[in-house]
């Protein structure tokens, strides 16, 4: 079906991209831009509606 589909082609292209989404982390000079390879234990990250969440990610707030 067509959202099978979507994740499938969304599957591939993590694949054939690795791990370069780019996420906003909260750093002492304010948000930082980084992508997920980047990622170290303890960065916060600064999610937005639809943003793919990674399986080790703990959610501390969300807002509605």
Known sequence: DW????????VFSWL???????YDVVKE????????KDLQIGDIVVLQKG????AD????YSDN
Request: positive net charge.
């Open 3 to 10: 959202n099978t589909y979507k994740r499938d082609i969304e």
């Open 57 to 60: 990610m703990i959610t501390l």
């Open 29 to 36: 000079n304010g948000l930082v831009k980084m992508k997920s």
């Open 16 to 22: 054939m991209l690795g791990n370069s989404k780019v």
């Open 51 to 54: 943003d793919r969440i990674p």
